[in-house]
């Protein structure tokens, strides 16, 4: 394998791809919600929720679309509020039974992309859960073309061997695994601008 590719055994993938790019790159924070949060271990569903700020108020930095959704909010509650207060003024969470985003007809990023403002974005992931909906959104994206980027540290499932496969199997579908950190200062891509000293501040 080329020293500047790297994926699978089946896929590669160019190293300029790894990092998303502030043109054409959105936000996508799923099913953040109030029962599914508290079934989280607390430690871990802190830890989460304070990154997944970090990347709502890093992609608010840059202008980049934010979308927002909520798995059945009759049982599982709305988006936690400290995040639904976190996010921008247009994005209303929208709701869905599917597990995947995708799945939903009306939702911005259905699998149906023709026509659509967003296709050709590079998608970056967080939320719950990492096994399931985040996941199955993510392997839909990808079946129809789209970059993929999932915050390792911003995606939780109430049990840790989930949240691990969940990342496996994205991995071996050729989404591009990251951190916060790795994803909030690739979009900064240099440290002489106010926006480097905000976004510092928040990853303290």
């Not at 871990?44 to 959704?69: C, S």
């Amino acid at each position: 394998m080329d020293q500047n590719e790297k994926g699978s055994a089946n896929q590669t993938i160019p190293v300029t791809t790894l990092i998303p790019k502030r043109e054409n790159t959105l936000l996508l924070v799923v099913d953040v919600q109030e029962r599914l949060m508290a079934a989280m271990p607390e430690q871990v569903a802190g830890n989460v929720l304070r990154n997944i700020r970090i990347l709502v108020e890093t992609a608010g930095e840059f202008g980049l679309p934010v979308l927002a959704t909520e798995q059945y909010p009759k049982g599982l509650g709305l988006t936690v509020a400290e995040l639904r207060a976190a996010l921008p003024g247009e994005t209303r969470p929208f709701e869905k039974l599917a597990f995947s985003c995708c799945r939903e007809p009306a939702f911005p990023l259905s699998a149906n992309l023709a026509g659509s403002r967003f296709s050709g974005y590079s998608v970056i992931l967080c939320g719950a859960e990492t096994h399931v909906c985040v996941l199955q959104t993510a392997l839909d994206l990808l079946a129809v073309g789209l970059r993929v980027f999932v915050a390792a540290d911003a995606v939780c499932s109430r049990v840790k061997l989930n949240w691990k496969l969940g990342l496996d199997l994205m991995h071996l579908a050729v989404a591009v695994i990251g951190s916060t950190e790795i994803f909030a200062f690739g979009l900064l891509g240099a440290a002489v601008t106010e926006q480097f000293k905000r976004i510092s501040r928040l990853v303290k």
